[in-house]
């Protein structure tokens, strides 16, 4: 049975995390142009959004619902919010065909929504047992039954261990290419007691799964191909003092933006070895936090998903 529009956004309960340093690291002109690359049910929009005078606000997503709850709850800005169904990768087209050149700002909460964790339907968690999908776009026809039923034993292994820096990664894949041999595996539940069957009791824990199913995750969805190229394009679409505040979850995402952000940010990026500069590279921002900001006790009690996030703050020259 299809879900409407009402009981969707009934059902999309997100907590936006760093919800005030991430509004206070986006340092709001209520002039200027926005950009939410990653827009979920608008969480953080809705706080943009309400601080804009003359501004305005271009709201990014790929899934359906999340899209859907945004335009609903965003609803009373009127023209000030601009809604595409993209990628955040593809930000550059979706400004072009809107007109807009530079912008003010930028954020990115590279997280999955509660709402897509919390849906069964969507297969995204190994709390529940459900089909095995992961699609944060659902008219994407690949999906985490495809990784796992028609992948080689070599490239589950390498997506485990690279995407989810899983140290069973060799076990899994072995048994998951066993157990599909038999009959496909068609359910996170079928997913879930294979990884356990591969650990360790004291390993076998609530957490165990969960490297191997972010790890699927970042493949089905691609969130990790061209990342660093979509964070560049970023800064260069910044005026002047416009800052891009991107919210990381896992440290393969925080390493690259890390290392994006310290070479926008540096006047040099020549080898330490070298004596002198050979490379003339010249900063085009600088870091507005040089260490991550990471949740409050408080926030941490509000939400414990809020854990392993870490915001990186960037302002354009």
């Known amino acids: 049975m299809k879900m409407n529009e009402n009981n969707i956004e009934i059902q999309f309960h997100h907590i936006p995390v760093m919800l005030d340093e991430c509004i206070n690291g986006l340092n709001i002109n209520p002039n200027g142009i926005y950009l939410d690359g990653t827009t979920g049910g608008a969480g953080h929009s809705s706080v943009i959004a309400s601080k804009l005078k003359n501004g305005k606000l271009v709201c990014i997503d790929k899934d359906d619902d999340a899209l859907s709850v945004a335009q609903s709850r965003l609803k009373p800005y009127g023209d000030k919010v601009i809604f595409a169904k993209s990628d955040f990768k593809d930000f550059e087209r979706v400004l072009d065909e809107n007109g807009i050149d530079k912008i003010d700002g930028i954020l990115l909460d590279l997280g999955v929504s509660s709402y897509q964790l919390d849906n069964a339907d969507r297969g995204f968690s190994y709390r529940f047992d459900a089909p095995l999908d992961m699609r944060m776009d659902k008219n994407q026809s690949f999906s985490a039954y495809d990784v796992v039923n028609n992948y080689s034993e070599h490239d589950i292994k390498r997506i485990l261990y690279n995407y989810g820096e899983e140290s069973f990664a060799h076990l899994i894949a072995k048994k998951i290419v066993e157990k599909r041999k038999i009959s ?23 957490g165990a799964c969960k490297k191997t199913f972010q790890a699927i995750r970042i493949e089905v969805n691609g969130e990790l191909n061209g990342l660093d190229i979509a964070i560049e394009q970023m800064i260069n679409r ?16 925080d390493r690259i933006v890390k290392n994006i952000f310290r070479i926008a940010s540096a006047d040099c990026i020549c080898d330490k070895s070298l004596p002198v500069c050979i490379c003339h590279h010249k900063r085009c921002a600088k870091l507005v936090n040089n260490k991550p900001i990471t949740a409050t006790e408080k926030e941490l009690n509000n939400n414990p998903r809020s854990a392993s996030a870490k915001l990186r703050i960037l302002e354009k020259l």
Request: glycine share 8%; hydrophobic share 40%; charged share 20%.
């Open 184 to 206: 496909p595996i068609k359910t996170t539940g079928q997913l879930k007691d294979i990884i356990i069957s591969c650990m360790p009791k004291k390993l076998q824990g609530i």
């Open 238 to 253: 910044l005026n002047s003092k416009g800052r891009l505040v991107i919210i990381t979850f896992h440290s393969l995402e």
